[in-house]
């Protein structure tokens, strides 16, 4: 069975900082693009950060500057770390796994593994 485990969340003051870790079983991340996305309740999951299997990237445009996206096949865990961190990046983050085209990054349906979500508050 394929699982992605989510870790990392928690609590924090504005402008302080957590590491998302997005680890994975049953499969390689050497074969996978890896997706960092956030949820808040009554909104649409919307993409924060991907690593392709070759280690290109994107950045939400809100994040841009303030997140990194990480990859290390050997241990098969990609994070994101996460600094400066603001009131409206609250919300519970996902990571996911897609085999799909990297053109295809935003596109939540293309990926085929989720984890369980970690949640992030972070307090003003």
């Known amino acids: 069975d394929v699982q992605l485990q989510a870790s990392g969340g928690g609590l924090v003051q504005a402008g302080g900082s957590l590491r998302l870790s997005c680890a994975a079983s049953?499969?390689?991340?050497?074969?996978?693009?890896i997706g960092w996305f956030r949820q808040v309740p009554g909104k649409a999951r919307e993409a924060v950060a991907c690593?392709?299997?070759?280690?290109?990237?994107y950045y939400a445009d809100s994040v841009k500057g303030r997140f990194t996206i990480s990859s290390d096949h050997a241990k098969n865990t990609v994070d994101l770390q996460m600094n400066d961190l603001e009131p409206i990046d609250t919300a519970t983050h996902y990571c996911a796994a897609t085999t799909k085209p990297w053109r295809y990054r935003l596109v939540r349906s293309v990926y085929q593994y989720w984890g369980q979500g970690t949640q992030v508050t972070v307090s003003s």
């Open positions: 690593i392709d299997k070759e280690g290109s990237t």
């Open positions: 049953g499969l390689s991340f050497y074969d996978y693009a």
